[in-house]
């Protein structure tokens, strides 16, 4: 593969006019096909297998026109101060806006809060249910702006109107905090190239390749069903890794640069060794991503999937479009240790004349000195860090979880001041009786045990279709929707359908959007441990092909879990304990969002085997070199700790930047994976990761001979490089093959 690669460096140095107009021409095709397609809103939701889904297929069928998907809004009402509803001026207003509610093209029903019994005990708040026939995804823009004008002019006329459900979907804002990051990134960029030239190199390719991934997903989102956290979530690993992959290049072709190389030559050796590093790297990111697919939630996998093409453009752009514009920058681009004046050209220089090592290779010869100490510090304080985990409760966002800005928020808080918290989140129970022999009795049957369940408020008479084989009812439950009470009381009525079937042949089924959290809530924890035995599994075997040994691939696995437990139970101790909700943002705490584990899993492993494979690479090829196993370590160190370091401090900086964002899960995935990078980065590839290898010695490096014969030979070192087309000797060429 380096040989390859060697090749496709040199390559594209010398031909990067053609490089270069090929990626501009690709990112101009994508941003032509994102500007010329339809606006696509966010992908719609199934979770095939799952109870609340087949209840919601069944009621396509049996009550055909129902729209049991279709998108709801909760108008909800408030009289002014000292003031009722229930008559008056106040109650002509909600009157005249439920009429106006029923207009719109889209709308299916508009429930009259004074018919249907939905005004407080008080009299002081009310709601009207609006149904739609398509999905809040499918919802046109007419619609949504009919729906608010509506409840503006109830406004104006002095109530207070607040729009809940799904109809209307808060846009996420991520304001300025995402440019913070990423100048965050030049800073650190800037410091470690000491060159202006060298630094904007990455900004500028991962941008690049942000762009092009981005407007391709926008392209295709509304052919694909992609939505508005689809190419979010594209542009958060897709910047990240983009800018860390052209930093290896950048910096190795630095260093092949101080030893002398021409420049087309010390591209090609770049490409070769450091350029092989990347595809691994990628090919990791890729497999956990493109992985999300064995949890058979379509939103997640279009996530994933999406995700990975645009890691897959972040290594094809440092693999040909860095070699190319290093060529067009030529002198600019300094070799290691020369910086310019402005950069702290002045003190490099001094350092390096007086012969002082860096504080890579001071670093690692502490750890070497003392690597027990080292290694039960770092896994002390992880485990420390990882207790909050041990109190995880999993639950998926509701509008219960909104800033308090948002209408959607504040329709909730007056819901649940005036008909309780349950209100919230009703539940809606089918009675498929097409097999009983009564089916009115097997549904009054099924009411009568829901009703003897504990936290039900109220539970409304069965609605029967036209065949009259299957009921629907609805339970409001006494708790909140996102509470463990609600979900054992959905729990407690599926038991209950189990006994009511067995009398009577009827079947119960839950659903409802409270229902349906619960359900994929339920099958993400289901699939964790397949999806970590996958990733995990096949990522260790391509690590056993890199670095051609058992324990370091094994030592790379366990090192990553203690990081990802150790980043949940920060999760854990910020968004459902508290801690330093303020500080972030934080405006509701409550149950982790359900896909969180399983996604910091993917997402964090294919990261952290980045540092792995990008520092042991250095150690590897030192020690087959002939150093000594503690040598090859600090050697490992001298050469990459800088440029880990400074990849982990971008990656921080670039996830931090979304913590700024208003919708919860993308502040809850930014903090998740800047944590994580932190812990793993520094914690793990930087401390117990030379501690162990100290610790191992010549046994890190173990092979099975009968192993050794069957892998295949991908040459990460790039030991197919020496003597090639530079005309050195073995001996001073042995110095220049490192990754």
Do not use: C
């Not at 909050?388 to 959607?408: F, I, V």
């Not at 101790?573 to 330093?580: E, H, N, R, T």
């Not at 250095?618 to 160190?637: C, D, I, L, N, S």
Request: proline content about 4%; overall charge neutral.
């Amino acid at each position: 593969m380096a040989s390859f690669l060697y090749t496709l460096g040199r390559l594209a140095f010398r031909r990067r006019h053609y490089v270069a107009l090929i990626w501009v021409a690709l990112l101009t095709l994508a941003g032509v096909g994102a500007a010329s397609a339809p606006t696509a809103g966010a992908s719609s939701f199934s979770v095939p297998g799952t109870e609340a889904q087949k209840a919601f297929d069944l009621l396509e069928q049996r009550f055909p026109g129902m729209s049991a998907d279709g998108a709801t809004a909760r108008v909800v009402f408030k009289a002014p101060a000292g003031a009722k509803l229930d008559a008056g001026a106040n109650k002509a207003t909600v009157e005249k806006t439920v009429k106006e509610l029923g207009d719109g093209s889209e709308v299916v029903s508009v429930a009259d809060p004074y018919k249907g019994k939905a005004v407080s005990k008080n009299g002081t708040i009310a709601y009207a249910s609006v149904k739609y026939k398509v999905s809040g995804m499918e919802l046109k823009d007419a619609s949504k702006d009919a729906l608010k004008a509506t409840a503006q002019q109830a406004r104006d006329a002095g109530l207070t109107v607040e729009v809940g459900g799904d109809a209307l979907s808060a846009t996420p804002e991520t304001g300025s905090s995402e440019v913070i990051g990423i100048a965050i990134a030049a800073v650190v960029l800037g410091i470690t190239f000491g060159s202006l030239v060298a630094a904007g190199l990455p900004l500028f390719t991962a941008l690049i390749g942000v762009g092009i991934g981005v407007s391709t997903i926008t392209a295709l989102a509304d052919a694909l069903d992609l939505g508005t956290t689809t190419s979010t979530l594209a542009m958060m690993i897709g910047l990240a890794v983009g800018i860390d992959y052209a930093l290896f290049i950048v910096s190795r072709y630095r260093a092949e640069l101080a030893e002398g190389r021409e420049r087309e030559e010390a591209v090609g050796r770049a490409v070769g060794t450091a350029g092989s590093a990347v595809v691994f790297a990628g090919l990791t990111v890729v497999i956990a991503l493109v992985g999300l697919a064995v949890v058979n939630i379509p939103m997640l996998t279009k996530m994933g999937v999406a995700a990975a093409g645009t890691v897959a453009i972040a290594v094809l752009i440092a693999l040909t479009l860095i070699p190319a514009l290093l060529g067009f920058a030529g002198r600019r681009v300094r070799p290691a240790g020369e910086k310019s004046r402005f950069l702290g050209g002045a003190r490099a220089a001094a350092a390096k004349q007086a012969g002082r090592p860096n504080m890579g290779t001071r670093w690692a010869s502490f750890v070497v000195r003392r690597p027990l100490a080292v290694l039960l510090l770092g896994v002390i304080g992880l485990g420390a860090a990882a207790v909050p985990a041990s109190s995880l409760e999993l639950g998926l966002p509701d509008d219960g979880s909104q800033p308090t800005s948002t209408t959607q928020r504040r329709a909730y808080d007056l819901l649940s001041e005036g008909f309780g918290a349950g209100f919230n989140g009703p539940l809606m129970v089918v009675v498929d009786a097409k097999d009983s022999r009564t089916p009115k009795a097997a549904v009054t049957k099924v009411s009568d045990e829901i009703k003897g369940l504990k936290d039900v408020v109220t539970v409304t008479p069965a609605a029967f279709n036209k065949a009259g084989d299957t009921a629907t009812i609805t339970v409001i439950p006494d708790s909140k929707p996102s509470s463990v009470t609600t979900e054992d009381l959905v729990h407690g009525i599926r038991d209950a359908g189990v006994r009511v079937k067995a009398d009577t042949d009827a079947t119960v089924l839950v659903t409802g959007s409270t229902a349906m959290n619960i359900d994929v809530s339920q099958k993400l924890n289901d699939a964790l441990v397949p999806y970590l035995i996958l990733v995990v599994g096949l990522a260790f075997l391509l690590l056993i092909v890199v670095f051609r040994s058992i324990l370091v691939p094994l030592k790379a696995a366990l090192g990553f879990l203690l990081s990802v437990m150790a980043a949940l139970g920060a999760v854990v101790a910020v968004f459902q304990w508290g801690w330093l909700s303020g500080l972030l943002g934080v405006e509701e705490t409550g149950p982790v969002m359900s896909m969180m584990p399983i996604f910091m899993v993917g997402v964090v492993f294919g990261l952290a085997m980045d540092y792995e494979v990008f520092l042991v690479t250095r150690m590897r090829e030192a020690y087959v070199h002939g150093e000594k196993p503690t040598q090859a370590v600090v050697t490992g160190f001298q050469h990459g700790a800088r440029v880990v370091t400074a990849a982990a401090v971008i990656m921080i900086a670039v996830f931090s930047g979304f913590i700024g964002s208003s919708e919860s899960m993308i502040k809850m995935i930014g903090f998740g994976l800047a944590i994580a990078v932190f812990f793993d980065a520094f914690i793990v590839r930087m401390a117990i990761v030379p501690a162990v290898l100290a610790l191992l010695g010549k046994r890190a490096w173990w092979l099975p001979k009968w192993l050794d014969r069957v892998l295949p030979n991908v040459d990460v070192e790039g030991e197919g490089l020496r003597g090639s087309a530079s005309g050195t000797g073995p001996d001073e060429d042995r110095q220049l093959v490192r990754v």
